[in-house]
């Protein structure tokens, strides 16, 4: 009898062998599926995009140091009015310490078109006059901010009771603004040459640099009460812990009068409950006189001779930061900033 295959089929070992064969590699395939975890979450300085709904449309950079483990603290670092995010952690030295540290930066920025009526305008400023920018219920600036977070908890398992704000100019101002509208996110802050929270209600008494002028005017007419009463009011009935301060001034700073140092601390001591008095006075470098008060819940530095610039201590050694003749050689403020928050292990 002689057998033959009818015209068209496989013979029956090929097909066998095609069958063995399919099967292996869907296993495989399932392996890898199973085995593989979550694409790696991008490190380095980049721009995150769909960080939430951002209501107050900013921009977020975010710098992440490839030696960042999960549950890394976070610190929000703010530019000052005309500035960006681009180079703001290198040239403050906060990248520095982000590296040896192990802590994330978050970095939002501004967008022209958010400031001033009709459009593009030169001072790129995060808008701290504007109620809706700078409370707790709002849903603008603050809010979009406190998504940036979010985003590093989700994205990168950041450490949600470890998250720290800081900022210069009106970056400082915005400082002051996370840290009263969001005490329930923000454990510390570090305000460097800012203004006081709620100062100004509009946009022109913000920009105001006459004698009298709210923010950065000379004379402080309120009293610590009324800038606490201030505070308070970016999160009416909040009865939790609130975040501690730090704040940096310039006495020779031309653009805003040092008096701003005094109508912070007054605010903050008072929504602490703090003397006014400090509780010790020391002078950490020259021309520097470092105050503390309560047990530590509020700090401030006076730079005597430092003007509208970052604070910076160019050098070797891990408490030194800066490039020579970019920003005032006294203290590098990054580095006492970082130490106050806690992350210097």
């Not at 958010?114 to 920018?133: E, I, Q, R, T």
Request: include cysteine; glycine fraction near 14%.
């Amino acid at each position: 009898m002689v057998f033959h295959s009818v015209a068209g089929a496989k013979p029956r070992l090929s097909i066998l062998r095609s069958v063995t064969v399919l099967v292996a590699f869907t296993a495989l395939l399932a392996a890898m599926v199973l085995t593989a975890g979550p694409a790696r979450a991008q490190t380095g300085f980049h721009e995150v995009q769909g960080f939430g709904s951002n209501p107050g449309n900013l921009r977020m950079f975010a710098y992440v140091p490839e030696q960042a483990q999960s549950g890394a603290p976070v610190v929000v670092l703010f530019h000052g009015c005309g500035g960006s995010a681009q180079d703001l952690d290198v040239n403050t030295g906060w990248r520095k310490y982000a590296d040896a540290y192990g802590f994330t930066l978050v970095l939002p920025e501004q967008k022209e078109e958010n400031v001033g009526s009709g459009g593009l305008v030169p001072h790129k400023c995060f808008s701290a006059w504007n109620p809706v920018d700078r409370t707790h219920d709002g849903q603008g600036e603050a809010r979009s901010v406190v998504q940036m977070v979010d985003h590093m908890k989700d994205r990168y398992a950041a450490d949600a009771g470890r998250v720290y704000a800081s900022g210069y100019s009106g970056g400082g101002a915005a400082t002051n603004v996370m840290l009263a509208a969001y005490p329930d996110v923000f454990k510390a802050g570090a305000v460097f040459f800012g203004m006081a929270y709620g100062c100004a209600d509009t946009e022109d008494d913000y920009f105001d640099t006459g004698l009298f002028a709210p923010c950065p005017g000379r004379f402080n007419t309120l009293t610590p009460r009324q800038w606490g009463d201030r505070i308070r009011g970016a999160y009416p009935g909040y009865d939790g812990v609130r975040p501690r301060v730090q704040i940096w001034h310039g006495g020779s700073d031309p653009l805003i009068n040092r008096n701003s140092l005094e109508k912070q601390r007054d605010g903050w001591t008072d929504v602490l409950g703090l003397s006014q008095t400090p509780s010790s006075t020391s002078v950490p470098a020259l021309g520097v006189t470092k105050q503390v008060y309560g047990s530590g819940q509020v700090e401030t530095y006076l730079v005597s001779s430092m003007g509208h610039e970052v604070p910076v201590d160019p050098g070797i050694g891990m408490d030194k930061c800066g490039t020579v003749g970019q920003g005032h050689d006294s203290l590098c403020g990054a580095y006492y900033a970082a130490a106050f928050f806690g992350l210097d292990g």
